[in-house]
């Protein structure tokens, strides 16, 4: 019984016929490929070829039976080809498998050892297999140790590399290397992950060469694969999850897709071709003795620059008590009083904005059947970022929001950090619906009394709107409170985060001054001078000489 869906099957005769009762138009067929017609039909013999010597076990037949039809379809192939060479793939009546050869004079040889009791992997070096890190199954870094033992050649292309990680198998490639294999590793300084000591270690390995890229903004290399290449043609590669540190290769859930040549030739052709570009880009750089401060450097600057906040995201965020506090009275201003606008102030320093997006997390719980569109409003661009890597890492989603400022320019407006100034100088209220956001963040609000802010405020209707701001009270004496009903909803002022030891607290002193201004008008319009300065005239009293410089 065929089920609707995809295929990509061979045509034989039972499902030729399963096919012809089958209206045309809801099956679509189309010729085998001349070009890739051998590996199709080899797959699909291989099949054929397991089931029939499935079945000879299954009537009653055993080994030397299952080898006489093997031998069977040899004959066959050669008296069809007419290749006498077709001759010699007959498999030998001893059905014996070959595991193992040493070299004539290999060191080995002399200490009694012979070609059994080399090491060699538990995981079939001719068959695919999955490494889910399931108790039941080897450990990584086993299979790895007993892998580079064995190989001839070793490549690995990791995004960052732990002594914890490198040491469990440092014997190893160092025997490895000793004897004369080739062992070259792509790595990055990507989130400042990588220990300088393990480069160093690998550095000084014989026969070793090490590439690592500094540019984490472009080149952001996530891949992680360890490549054995034998003379054998038994070549086996490790694509997965694990970096190269000891809880990814020893006792983390890593998945790992272990490929052999034997069974996907193609796919190791890709590997070894997709290692060899990067080797030669020239964003990939030779790691050298005089390079250890530059790339110590560039892992410190990764591992602690603001612009990068991976790290974070896997983290839960719980609020602290008095932001618990801050939570809570919006809750209340919301569903209590029915107030839908709110201003929120907390001095610097105290978490207003994580507030915010502890606030919008708890607003996307509630109304889980909406898309909940969020639309931050500031004046800088720093504040932009900064609020935007907030919000990530309180949500866990490091892809959330976008940047609408400068030069970034969003894919999407549905989650949205826009400036002020680019809301007005795109004109972007003109280009959306008024409740189009359903939840808008306002920093900095005491700047709302401006009027570049005056359409934002006057524009929109979402369901939540929150002000933040750590000084509300404006030297113009405007007042931003009649936007929320002439009230603020939550507060925690500087003097109360100093007593709750939530900033340093500070000293400050007064020096007297018996200078007379009193003959001095001074106007707050910016960019003019005092009117009763005229020119560059001094000033001098109590023995000091003050210089007004000209317009």
């Known amino acids: 019984m065929l089920h609707p869906g995809l295929y990509e099957q061979v045509i034989n005769n039972a499902l030729n016929r399963e096919l012809a009762g089958i209206p045309e138009a809801r ?18 013999l291989a099949d054929v070829v397991q089931k029939g010597l499935d079945n000879v076990l299954d009537n ?23 290749e006498v060479n077709f001759a010699a793939l007959g498999v030998d009546q001893r059905a014996e498998q070959l595991l193992a050869l040493l070299r004539e004079q290999d060191p080995r040889l002399a200490v009694g050892k012979t070609a059994a009791d080399l090491s060699r992997p538990e995981t079939s070096i001719a068959q695919s297999s999955l490494f889910t890190g399931a108790i039941h199954e080897p450990q990584m870094y086993t299979e790895l140790k007993k892998e580079i033992v064995s190989a001839d050649r070793i490549d690995m292309l990791v995004s960052f590399i732990k002594w914890s990680g490198l040491r469990l198998i440092m014997d190893e490639l160092r025997e490895f290397t000793q004897n004369g294999g ?13 220990d300088v000591k393990a480069v160093e270690e690998l550095r000084a ?21 360890y490549v054995f290449y034998r003379d054998t043609g038994f070549t086996t590669a490790y694509v997965g999850s694990s970096n190269l540190s000891n809880a990814a290769i020893s006792s983390g859930l890593e ?50 620059c603001d612009a990068d906040h991976a790290d974070v995201y896997n983290m839960d965020i719980a609020p602290y008590s008095y932001q618990w506090g801050i939570l809570d009275k919006l809750e209340a201003e919301r569903t209590v009083r029915g107030y839908t606008r709110n201003l929120v102030v907390a001095a610097t320093g105290t978490g207003k904005t994580v507030i915010s997006a502890l606030d919008y997390k708890r607003f996307c719980r509630q109304n889980p059947g909406r898309p909940c569109r969020l639309l931050f409003v500031a004046h800088r661009e720093k504040i932009l970022r900064q609020s935007l890597y907030s919000f990530r890492a309180v949500l866990k989603d ?6 609408f400022v400068g030069s970034y320019k969003p894919e999407s407006i549905d989650y949205l950090f826009l400036s002020i100034q680019t809301l007005n100088s795109q004109d972007f209220t003109a280009k959306t619906a008024q409740d189009f956001y359903d939840y808008i963040v306002v920093d900095e ?57 939530l900033l340093c607290p500070f000293q400050y002193f007064g020096v007297t001054d018996t200078v007379d201004l009193d003959a001095l008008k001074w106007s707050t319009t910016r960019g003019s001078c005092p009117t009763s300065i005229p020119s560059a005239e001094p000033c001098q009293s109590a023995g000091r000489t003050w210089w007004y410089p000209p317009c």
């Open 27 to 44: 099956k679509a067929v189309a010729p085998i490929d001349k070009a890739e017609a051998s590996k199709v039909l080899a797959q699909y």
């Open 60 to 82: 009653g037949g055993d080994l030397p039976t299952q080898i006489s039809l093997a031998n069977q379809i040899v004959d066959l192939i050669q008296n069809t080809t007419q």
């Open 182 to 194: 080739e062992l070259r590793i792509i790595t990055t300084s990507y989130m400042g992950a990588t």
């Open 205 to 225: 390995l014989p026969n070793a060469r090490i590439k690592v890229s500094y540019d984490t903004k472009r080149t952001r290399l996530h891949a992680k694969t």
């Open 255 to 304: 998945w790992n897709m272990k490929v052999t040549r034997r069974d996907l030739p193609e796919t190791i052709n890709k590997i070894a071709a997709t290692f060899e570009s990067y080797w030669n880009s020239s964003e990939f750089e030779y790691y050298a003795e005089d390079q250890k401060e530059r790339l110590a450097w560039a892992l410190k600057a990764e591992k602690y």
């Open 398 to 403: 490091a892809n959330f929001g976008e940047l």
């Open 445 to 501: 609000f005491h700047h709302t009394a401006a009027p570049t802010y005056q359409k934002l405020l006057d524009y929109y209707q979402p369901m939540l709107l929150l002000g933040l701001t750590a000084t509300p009270e404006r030297m113009d004496g405007k007042s931003v409170l009649p936007y929320f009903h002439n009230r603020i909803a939550a507060e925690i002022r500087l003097p109360e985060a100093i007593d709750r030891k």
